[in-house]
């Protein structure tokens, strides 16, 4: 299985070629909802965290719930 590539003349952050970053870039905070598993949150932790490196102004973090908070109950 072949990995996934963006389209061609597209570029990703790690090419630091994305959206322009400088001094004054305001840091950016985006925040998720997952299931209190670790198969559910590990790996959007560890993700998040690469992302943070490679992005250096956005970080995301990720609040959890049970799995039946996570589909019963209002976010």
């Known amino acids: ?3 996934a590539r963006p389209p061609e003349g597209a570029h990703t952050v790690a090419e630091g070629k994305g959206s322009p970053v400088n001094d004054k870039t305001e840091p950016i905070t985006l925040k998720g909802l997952t299931w209190a598993h670790p198969r559910g ?7 998040a965290s690469r992302y943070a ?3 250096g102004h956005v970080r995301i973090e990720w609040r959890q ?3 039946h908070d996570f589909g019963a109950a209002p976010i």
């Open 65 to 67: 719930r049970s799995l």
């Open 1 to 3: 299985m072949g990995t």
């Open 53 to 55: 490196q490679l992005s």
């Open 41 to 47: 949150y590990d790996p959007l932790v560890a993700c």
